[in-house]
């Protein structure tokens, strides 16, 4: 099978998706989903990035991520992949016995890879970010997006904090 090629040298933003390992609901609890997200804004600054809009699911996570230079998408996508997988496998394992006694830590937490998408223009970028915030709406968790506190919709809807820096860059 060919290698997919991840083209991030343009400098265009992009909307990335990734999986829990077999499309687990290893996000269920709460802290779970606040790991992910405070992982995400660590990233972020780390490597200096921007975040557009975000939402972690119980089962998958959706992003759009800026970087001022090229080439950073796949070393901070393993960075954030990891450091949030160690951390969620110790809150299972340490916190969540009665969670962690249901699935086997010792496969891993993500699915392999993710699926990134160059946002060219604002019109898909809005798309994009809309797309993100009816996903817990659609997936029956919340009824309103500004409802649902792991996810940029409250920050672009209500102006409130989302734990993650926001900002528009196109």
């Not at 829990?20 to 200096?48: G, N, Q």
């Not at 699911?57 to 901070?76: K, N, Q, R, T, Y």
């Not at 010792?106 to 970028?125: D, R, V």
């Amino acid at each position: 099978m060919a290698k997919r090629r991840i083209y991030d040298a343009e400098l265009h933003a992009q909307f990335v998706t990734f999986s829990c390992f077999h499309r687990r609901r290893l996000l269920d609890h709460d802290r779970a989903k606040k790991i992910v997200i405070s992982h995400l804004a660590s990233e972020l600054h780390r490597t200096s990035a921007t975040c557009c809009g975000f939402v972690v699911m119980p089962d998958h996570v959706h992003a759009i991520v800026w970087f001022p230079e090229s080439g950073c998408l796949s070393d901070f996508m393993k960075q954030w992949k990891q450091r949030s997988s160690r951390q969620i496998k110790t809150l299972f394992r340490d916190h969540l016995h009665g969670y962690a006694d249901r699935i086997d830590l010792s496969e891993p937490i993500w699915q392999p890879g993710y699926y990134p998408f160059n946002l060219y223009t604002e019109g898909k970028a809005r798309e994009k970010v809309d797309y993100m915030h009816t996903n817990p709406v659609k997936a029956g968790l919340v009824e309103r997006a500004v409802d649902w506190p792991f996810g940029s919709a409250r920050y672009w809807l209500l102006g409130k904090s989302v734990g993650v820096p926001i900002r528009w860059v196109f």
